[in-house]
């Protein structure tokens, strides 16, 4: 499970950058997006994979470390995904008004001469 998971967040993260390479506005934005899906997947791995383990002790059950697993990981993930919503949606305004100013959606501002 470890591996498919490390091997899955390493393809998504490699896709990410290959995406913000490219030339394009909308598609450095995609990439980043996609560098940020794959470090919330690496946070939320390294608070264990657990299937069907509770983050948080249900009230009056003896504390078993073992037995839950760590809330800290998930919310961190949670966090880092709305505010990559936030910083998703002023990328993309910055991106519009740049196309609106320069008539182009490449990163350097000019189109490619032929």
């Known amino acids: 499970m470890e591996a498919v998971l490390s091997l899955a967040?390493?393809?998504?993260?490699a896709a990410g950058i290959w995406l913000?390479?490219?030339?394009?506005?909308?598609?450095?934005?995609?990439?980043?997006?996609l560098m940020s899906y794959a470090v919330n997947l690496f946070i939320f791995a390294m608070g264990r994979l657990w299937v069907d383990k509770p983050p948080l002790t249900p009230a009056g059950t003896p504390v078993d470390p073992a037995a839950l697993a760590d809330p800290l990981?998930?919310?961190?993930?949670?966090?880092?995904?709305?505010?990559?919503?936030?910083t998703t949606a002023l990328y993309l305004v910055v991106m519009i008004g740049a196309r609106g100013l320069t008539g182009?959606?490449?990163?350097?501002?000019?189109?490619?001469?032929?």
Do not use: K, Y
């Open 9 to 13: 967040i390493g393809i998504v993260f």
């Open 20 to 33: 913000v390479l490219r030339p394009r506005s909308f598609q450095v934005l995609a990439g980043l997006m």
């Open 73 to 86: 990981p998930q919310a961190l993930v949670l966090t880092a995904i709305v505010i990559g919503f936030a």
């Open 104 to 114: 182009t959606d490449h990163v350097d501002g000019r189109e490619p001469e032929a």
